[in-house]
Every structure is written in C-alpha cells, then in structure tokens.
C-alpha cells in the first residue's frame, strides 16, 4: 500500500506564489522508482493533468496552460514531489493531487489539497 499526502495549499492573491509538497510512504514502496504526477480538479470539472516527472527528475512535463508558471521537481532522498506555483490565476483554483505513475496509468491517489487563487 502506498499513501501520499499533499500540503502547502491555501488561499493567495492572482499573481502569487504556492509550493505544493506531496509525501510518499508504504512498506516496500520505493519512490525512487517511479515516475510521479500532479492533477487538479476545479469546481464542477473534471480532473486534469497538470504535470509530471520522471523516476530521477530528469524530464519533466507540463500542460500548456501552465508552462513557464509551474515547475515540478522532485527530491528522493525525502520521497518527496514538489509543485512550485508562480504567478497564479483565479483558474488556477482547485483541488491539486499527486499520484504514482505505474505503467501507463497512475495509481495511489493523495487525498489533495486545496488551492484557492482571488483575482
């Protein structure tokens, strides 16, 4: 079993900065193994992808509607994703969750966090 835990939303002006941290535990579960993502669920929408990175963070990979706005890295020695925030827009607010990527598809879901962004 793998658990994640997302922190680091809350409410910022449009124009700020959020850092989304996502830890990653479970018995035999090497983070370092895997590929990582971060989604996000604004109100009545569905889930979408937001970002990703590979197992040692060396290739990373965005949706337009945040390139040059979010960066994801990642640190294995604190079995840790990052989502790094800048300049933030009132569409940017929703629900923000990380998963494990096996194979083509993620699993182990976080239980999210939530980013608010006013304008």
């Known amino acids: 079993q793998v658990q994640l835990v997302e922190s680091g939303g809350g409410l910022v002006q449009a124009g700020g900065s959020l850092r989304l941290s996502c830890a990653a535990s479970?018995?035999?579960?090497?983070?370092?193994?895997?590929?990582m993502g971060w989604f996000r669920q604004a109100p009545g929408k569905e889930r979408e992808y937001v970002a990703a990175?590979?197992?040692?963070?060396?290739?990373?990979h965005y949706v337009d509607s945040v390139k040059g706005r979010f960066t994801i890295s990642r640190d294995n020695a604190k079995n840790t994703v990052y989502l790094q925030m800048n300049s933030l827009k009132s569409e940017d607010t929703g629900v923000y969750y990380c998963?494990?990527?096996?194979?083509?598809?993620?699993?182990?879901w976080g239980q999210g966090t939530q980013v608010t962004v006013s304008s």
């Open positions: 479970g018995r035999f579960f090497i983070f370092s193994n895997y590929d």
């Open positions: 990175i590979n197992w040692n963070g060396g290739s990373t």
């Open positions: 998963a494990v990527q096996t194979g083509t598809k993620y699993d182990y």
